[in-house]
């Protein structure tokens, strides 16, 4: 979310999907950098990066575990990473690396098959007014991992520690929607694109061994637009009952998102009263 001079609010789709976890995380977010990454969410950047680099030319298919490692080596976040669950299990730098390569070749054996590269854009920006509320305007702006050619679903690359249940995402997931408006409104450049669409997840399942790759489709209508349009209005009303300087809602204890691995103002608030200890206890590492 980011206010303009003239009042107007953008929001970006990951930071919705923050705000849907902990409104509070959302809100720090506007203006408290964070200087880490987790070594889970590096190994998805590292896997995209040698995705992006096969699908633009730049890389063969057989090489592309190289271009991982190009990732690790060049990267300005790989000095930044830690490692989740320190205290159930060890991670290291060259396990990432090893992981990444294994979610990097899945999408060329499981995935790349069956992907719409002729034609297809990587990494492509979007930027789209939706409506006027309370004076302000509204809009939305992301980043779509490949737009087709013509009218093919836009995809989404993902690395996941377990299959994606395709339910829940159709009934719950935030970014499909503001993918299939953004295309709908001309986001994309594509001419004649309009509601219900599908969208596609093309998912890196980890293994410790060969990793997989599955793809989950889900479908979005008029009606999960003018959701979102609704969800936008509560943030606008939240911006402005609340502001900037004052806590908003946060979240409560039935989140693996709230922690210390995964939120780095964690310290700050549950993490202050609520001690590692407290919650492992009764756990055994596996």
């Known amino acids: 979310m980011k206010v303009d ?3 107007n609010i953008s ?9 849907e976890n902990c409104a509070e995380k959302a809100r720090r977010d506007l203006f408290e950098e964070s200087n880490t990454t987790t070594d889970e969410a590096f190994i998805g950047t590292a896997a995209h990066y040698g995705i992006e680099k096969v699908i633009d030319g730049d890389c063969s298919p057989a090489d592309i575990g190289d271009a991982v490692v190009e990732c690790y080596q060049t990267h300005p976040e790989v000095s930044q990473i830690v490692y989740a669950r320190p205290r159930t299990h060890q991670s290291t730098l060259s396990q990432c690396i090893d992981l990444s390569q294994r979610c990097a070749k899945a999408w060329v054996k499981d995935l790349m098959p069956l992907t719409p590269l002729e034609g297809a854009r990587t990494e492509v920006e979007f ?3 939706l409506f006027e509320y309370r004076g302000r305007r509204v809009s939305i702006k ?4 490949l737009v087709p050619a013509g009218d093919n679903a836009l995809w989404d690359w993902k690395t996941s520690a377990r299959s994606y249940a ?3 995402k159709q009934k719950w997931a935030i970014q499909p929607t503001v993918y299939a408006v953004a295309d709908a409104l001309g986001g994309f450049g594509r001419e004649g694109r309009h509601l219900p669409s599908t969208f596609v997840y093309g998912v890196m399942v980890k293994r ?3 990793c997989k790759g599955e ?3 889900v479908q979005r209508s008029e009606g999960h637009a003018e959701h979102l349009y609704s969800t936008l209005r509560t943030w606008v009303d939240m911006y402005e009952g609340m502001g900037l300087d004052t806590s908003w809602p946060t979240r409560s204890d039935g989140n693996f998102l709230c922690s210390k691995t995964w ?24």
């Open 5 to 7: 001079s003239e009042g």
């Open 11 to 19: 929001f970006r789709q990951s930071w919705l999907n923050t705000a």
């Open 127 to 129: 930027d789209v007014d």
């Open 142 to 145: 992301g980043t779509c991992d």
């Open 166 to 168: 395709q339910r829940d």
């Open 208 to 210: 410790k061994k060969e």
């Open 215 to 217: 793809i989950v489709t």
């Open 263 to 286: 939120c780095p103002f964690y310290d700050t608030c549950r993490g202050a009263h609520i001690s590692l200890d407290d919650d492992l206890f009764g756990y055994v590492a596996k």
